[in-house]
């Protein structure tokens, strides 16, 4: 019975250390990667309007020697300030399945504008079929420039399945956590102090996973070498990596200390009992 009780303890101590696991990286991933608030706080962080604002002029100039109009044309179709709402507006259709259209209409609008400015306040019927086309090649750089795609309500169904199934597990890794707690102390009800090993035991082991998680995919991954969509997507992308991997190693030194502490307290717990034993056992009043 002794040695019955004895495997299942460990067994228990293992489910809770992976339950502890899985709820530190499930509260990793909701609050960086699934937080729409952390991803608009990482873009502020990292200037990433600016960023677009100015890739998206850059690459308008690339269609301005093709037309034959003049660098003008281009002034103030769009601002930074539109760049910022339009990139929210592809945050909602991803995270709250807003499903929003970026207006072009109004970059359509002065642009066309400017081009009748520039070409003396007319447009000859020969040319108007050219610069209808470079209107639209340039509404459309300008939503590939921000990344606005229709893939997004694909993203969102996706997103959402996601927060779904990490809210039932969530939800599930708390109920085992709270029952393998709860037969702990039920198989060491005649040394309660005991449970301090197997919490201790417990978080120490997982701390000690997320620590290699870290150093593993710091081994096999070169983050600041990912590159996607563009490079102000790519920075943002790589600092949000990085900050995850940092909070997996915090959340794993804090795990793995906070087990030695419990590991130690029951140490000393035991060894005050075993002294108290020995001296109860000399005491001639006893």
Do not use: W
């Not at 890739?55 to 044309?73: H, P, R, T």
């Not at 020969?126 to 750089?141: D, G, K, L, P, R």
């Amino acid at each position: 019975m002794k040695v019955v009780k004895t495997i299942l303890r460990y067994i228990i101590t293992t489910i809770l250390a992976l339950s502890i696991l899985m709820l530190v990286l499930i509260n990793i991933f909701s609050s960086t990667i699934f937080n729409e608030n952390y991803i608009l706080s990482e873009l502020e962080e990292e200037d990433y309007y600016s960023k677009i604002y100015d890739m998206a002029e850059d690459n308008f100039e690339k269609y301005i020697n093709q037309s034959g109009l003049d660098e003008s044309v281009l002034e103030g179709i769009i601002t930074k300030e539109k760049v910022e709402k339009d990139s929210k507006i592809i945050l909602d259709n991803i995270f709250n399945g807003t499903n929003e259209e970026v207006d072009t209409k109004e970059i359509e609008d002065k642009l066309n504008d400017n081009i009748k400015e520039s070409l003396g306040g007319s447009i000859a019927s020969s040319q108007q079929s050219a610069i209808n086309t470079f209107v639209s090649t340039t509404c459309e750089e300008y939503k590939d420039t921000i990344s606005h795609t229709n893939y997004e309500e694909r993203i969102n169904t996706y997103y959402n399945k996601i927060i779904n199934y990490i809210d039932i597990v969530n939800k599930t890794l708390l109920i085992v956590t709270g029952v393998a707690i709860v037969l702990l102390i039920l198989l060491n009800l005649r040394r309660i102090y005991r449970i301090t090993a197997y919490l201790g035991v417990g978080l120490t082991v997982s701390g000690l996973i997320c620590i290699i998680i870290d150093k593993f995919i710091a081994s096999k991954v070169n983050i600041q070498g990912i590159t996607i969509l563009n490079d102000a997507i790519s920075v943002v992308l790589r600092n949000i990596l990085t900050d995850v991997m940092n909070k997996i190693m915090s959340y794993g030194c804090i795990l793995l200390a906070a087990g030695i502490i419990l590991i130690i307290v029951f140490a000393l717990i035991k060894s005050l009992r075993k002294i108290k034993r020995e001296k109860d056992q000399y005491n001639p009043e006893n």
